[in-house]
């Protein structure tokens, strides 16, 4: 099987650092395995230098959890940044067509528009 993605983009709730639900990618037709993972949360507006951190925590089965996952934080280009994804090899077995739940928490409250980006990569 070529190599598949998924990807979600939701914004948070940037005002908070509680858990943000944003949805759910679903393994492709044909594939078993995440091979990789990507997370980042990008910064869309407000002041660039008030700082974050974030991670993500991914749901894909009744006993399957991965929590931690870091978050590359990213400046937008409206500030001045840029980001080239990078992938976390990990090798998980999933079940072609099912649902894998994603979630994001900031540890820094923001003034602006903030979204979490999870891309995953499946074989």
Same mark, same amino acid.
């Given at each position: 099987?070529?190599?598949?993605? +998924?990807?979600?983009?939701?914004?948070?709730?940037?005002? =908070?650092? @509680?858990? %943000?639900?944003?949805? =759910? #990618?679903?393994?492709?037709?044909?594939?078993?395995?995440? @091979? +990789?993972?990507? *997370? *980042?949360?990008?910064?869309?507006?407000? %002041?660039? @230098?008030?700082?974050?951190?974030?991670?993500?925590?991914?749901?894909?089965?009744?006993?399957?959890?991965?929590? +931690?996952?870091?978050?590359? #934080?990213?400046?937008? &280009? =409206?500030? +001045?940044?840029?980001?080239?994804? &990078?992938?976390?090899?990990?090798?998980?077995?999933?079940?072609?067509? @099912?649902?894998?739940?994603?979630?994001?928490?900031? %540890?820094?409250?923001? %003034?602006?528009?903030?979204?979490?980006?999870?891309?995953?990569?499946? =074989?």
């Amino acid at each position: 099987m070529a190599t598949q993605f +998924g990807n979600i983009s939701t914004a948070l709730d940037a005002t =908070e650092t @509680t858990e %943000t639900d944003l949805g =759910e #990618i679903t393994v492709p037709s044909g594939a078993s395995k995440i @091979t +990789g993972i990507s *997370a *980042a949360v990008v910064l869309q507006t407000g %002041t660039a @230098t008030e700082g974050t951190l974030g991670h993500a925590r991914l749901s894909y089965s009744k006993s399957g959890t991965i929590d +931690g996952v870091p978050c590359a #934080i990213v400046v937008s &280009e =409206e500030l +001045g940044g840029s980001y080239t994804p &990078e992938f976390t090899p990990v090798n998980l077995d999933v079940v072609a067509l @099912t649902k894998i739940k994603c979630f994001a928490t900031l %540890t820094i409250a923001q %003034t602006g528009t903030a979204h979490c980006v999870i891309c995953l990569r499946f =074989e």
